[in-house]
């Protein structure tokens, strides 16, 4: 993509605008805390304060309205130490001679490194940075330092004692992450209708994982229905592949494909049906019972009672329909009666959920993140010295122009700044042009009306009661309101608004200005990146089947936690890649993909086929065999051997090595010599067109590699057997 290209989509982009708009009640929530804090320190006669009290409880109350399943009091909490934190070290710095700009260029390092931590971390780092260039203009007493902390602190604190006092929707991001699963597994079913190799989307899994992690106060506290009913979905993923699968489960054509067609569709209806039960708390409405006076069914499909006339589903894909409708009764019943008791799914903790541990004590883990990203090769230390790079050089010019009010300048390159290109530049042009409509705007409502304080006051919280409304409507509308807030705040002191206002959009203009060309002049590009993402894919997608395939022969073996972390592991693996490709298109220019010698076109290949090796590991999984099952010999050592391979071929994909998967072949030369030897069974079957299925994704990730032949595009193919 061309750089006109590309600057052209990333403006467009910054300057769409979403219809979408947030929960009024929870915007106005917002407002109110703000307005709690500002008008009694304004009626203590100090403007001052006032502004640092008023931008503690925005920058708190924003914190409150990132993507996070944390209670929203503690996410106020934490920003509103960390607001206080950075205020009253401000002030102090102010106050000698060239320590300002150092300390500002040690916490914007730092703020950059808070993205380590997660996307929410590194916004409210950031606005802590914002706060202290606005509220610190003119030096002041230690004391009086410390008071202007505690006071942006305060801020904080109202707003989580505001969301607790007013709770609105306190379960929503819950109940709608896990909605979301069931609603992708009705469309997944549907698609499988279709295409029998279709893949699912692994992120409202994700989601629904990250929505489990609770505290022990939400442990404790949650609706019963949300219990257990995360582990049924995993659990219901596979078991769809394994009965649309032509390969382990209803035959490509004929009259079982249409038997499986139907139950597809129903259990389509059903996971439907779930999902709506889950977002709206409503009961589940399902089908009528084909019985009279009997239970509702799931979807006349589903019942799986034997038919006096019609196909039947036979074998595996029989076996694995059964297991579906078990499993979608047994959501219904979760639902139903608001109960964990009926529900048999492996869970990582008492309770069915992920235990989260306060913030408090997730203070070593964070530190752990941020050391693991503390290197020169790190996109996120690239980030965090580009944006303390930036910030200091704008600060530094606005003084050197001589510009009264130069804190304008660097708050907007640091909230412009991201780790990435699109969104860098997606937001700076969004973050001009709402910052020139919103000073434009509230700078000519104070030059006409002339307002006095409480006035001023009173439009201020309009202001971020309509910032809050609009935070899903698109960054240029927030920054409008946000801008206006700002003004209207600042108004509270003396000085020309006029003039005031003509510096503030030169400044705006300086600051986007200096971020955008220090991005292009030093950029991260994300598909220089890629290969090392495959790599990781690669390796986490072998460890999972190995995993799934290890089970086979010790089936008495407890190894759910490891299929199950091995499973995430991959799936977090994939993400990754993903949204490093999703970045990567959007940047400009020609990039290489990483890793030596390997294109685009075949790191997309390579990409498809560590896709069908995961897709075989989940029809593997399908029909893991019971705790009572005949072991399956040999399975363990093709487990093992396939683990490691795959770890080697990740480092030779980033060493430039060939990729080669010999062992992995003459290891499954030598299960199938040993499963022709023992009796016939059903797992024995399984595992035999399992790893068959698996040596023909690693051949096509050989092809893919070395730039000859075609990788499978579409489906799987099995290879001639061999041993027998």
């Known amino acids: 993509m061309s750089w006109f290209a590309a600057l052209r989509d990333t403006a467009r982009t910054g300057l769409t605008i979403d219809r979408t708009l947030t929960d009024p009640k929870r915007a106005l929530r917002g407002a109110v805390a703000v307005a709690l804090v500002l008008f009694p320190t304004l009626a203590l006669g100090d403007a001052r304060l006032a502004t640092s009290a008023a931008m503690g409880a925005f920058i708190a109350g924003t914190a409150t309205f990132q993507r996070s399943f944390r209670p929203r009091a503690t996410l106020a909490v934490a920003a509103g130490i960390g607001l206080g934190v950075s205020t009253c070290l401000g002030y102090l710095a102010a106050g000698v001679t060239g320590l300002f700009p150092t300390l500002l260029a040690v916490w914007a390092f730092g703020a950059g490194l808070a993205w380590a931590i997660g996307p929410t971390a590194g916004v409210v780092a950031a606005n802590t940075l914002s706060v202290m260039l606005i509220v610190v203009q003119l030096p002041v007493s230690p004391l009086t330092a410390l008071g202007h902390g505690l006071v942006c602190s305060l801020g904080g604190a109202v707003q989580a004692l505001v969301i607790t006092v007013w709770p609105i929707g306190s379960w929503t991001a819950q109940r709608e992450a896990l909605a979301d699963t069931y609603a992708e597994l009705a469309d997944y079913a549907r698609r499988l209708r279709q295409d029998p190799t279709a893949h699912i989307d692994p992120e409202p899994f994700m989601e629904a994982r990250h929505a489990a992690a609770l505290t022990p106060w939400q442990d404790r506290h949650r609706p019963a229905e949300l219990r257990g009913l995360r582990g049924l979905a995993e659990r219901i993923r596979p078991t769809l592949a394994a009965i649309a699968d032509p390969k382990v489960g209803a035959p490509e054509e004929g009259p079982e494909r249409d038997r499986a067609r139907e139950v597809l569709a129903a259990s389509a209806e059903a996971m439907d049906a ?200 698109g960054y240029a509308v927030i920054t409008t309101c946000i801008s206006s807030y700002v003004v209207f705040l600042l108004g509270l002191q003396e000085g020309n608004p006029l003039a005031t206002a003509v510096e503030r959009v030169g400044l705006t203009l300086l600051g986007g200005s200096v971020a955008l060309l220090v991005y292009a002049l030093f950029p991260t590009w994300q598909t220089a990146r890629l290969g090392e993402r495959l790599a990781e894919w690669l390796a986490a997608a072998g460890r999972y089947a190995a995993e799934v395939v290890a089970v086979y022969e010790r089936p008495a073996a407890p ?20 949204q490093a490709m999703q970045r990567a298109d959007a940047e400009p220019g020609r990039h290489a993909s990483g890793l030596p010698g390997v294109s685009r076109r075949q790191l997309d290949r390579a990409r498809a086929a560590v896709g069908h090796l995961g897709r075989v590991a989940v029809l593997l999984e399908a029909h893991l065999p ?82 000859g032949g075609t990788a499978a595009a579409v489906g799987l193919r099995e290879p001639e057997p061999t041993g027998r």
């Open 274 to 473: 779930l999902a709506r039960a889950i977002r709206t708390g409503e009961p589940v409405r399902l089908s009528p019972s084909p019985r009279p006076g009997g239970p509702p069914a799931l979807g006349p499909a589903l019942t799986l009672v034997a038919r006096t006339e019609g196909p039947e589903l036979r074998g595996a894909a029989r076996r694995a329909a059964r297991r579906l409708a078990g499993l979608l009764r047994k959501a219904a019943d979760a639902l139903d009666r608001g109960s964990e008791d009926t529900i048999d799914t492996p869970v990582m903790q008492p309770g069915g959920a992920l235990r989260k541990p306060p913030l408090v004590k997730m203070l070593p883990t964070a530190l752990r993140a941020v050391r693991r990203q503390f290197h020169p090769h790190s996109a996120v230390f690239q980030h965090a010295v580009r944006l303390s790079g930036v910030v200091t050089v704008a600060y530094l010019l606005a003084r050197l122009v001589g510009f009264h009010h130069g804190y304008w300048a660097p708050m907007t390159a640091a909230m412009v700044m991201r780790p990435d290109f699109a969104q860098t530049y997606s937001r700076g042009v969004a973050r001009l042009a709402g910052t020139v409509v919103g000073v434009a705007a509230s700078t000519l409502v104070v030059q006409l009306a002339r307002p006095g304080e409480w006035v001023l006051a009173a439009l201020a919280v309009v202001s971020i009661g309509g910032a809050y409304l609009t935070f899903r409507t």
């Open 626 to 707: 019971g705790a009572d099952a005949e072991p399956v010999p040999g399975a363990a050592e093709f487990a093992e051997e396939l683990r490691l391979a795959t770890a080697l071929a990740a480092g030779a994909l980033l060493t430039g090595q060939p990729v080669e998967f010999g062992a992995v072949r003459e290891a499954q030369e030598r299960l199938e010599r040993r499963l022709a030897e023992e009796p016939a069974g059903v797992q024995r079957d399984v595992v035999r067109s399992g790893t068959r299925l698996l040596l023909q994704a690693l051949k096509d990730l050989e092809r893919a590699l070395r730039g």
């Open 559 to 578: 190894r759910g936690r490891e299929v199950r972390s091995a499973l995430l592991d991959s799936r977090e693996a994939r993400s990754e890649l993903l």
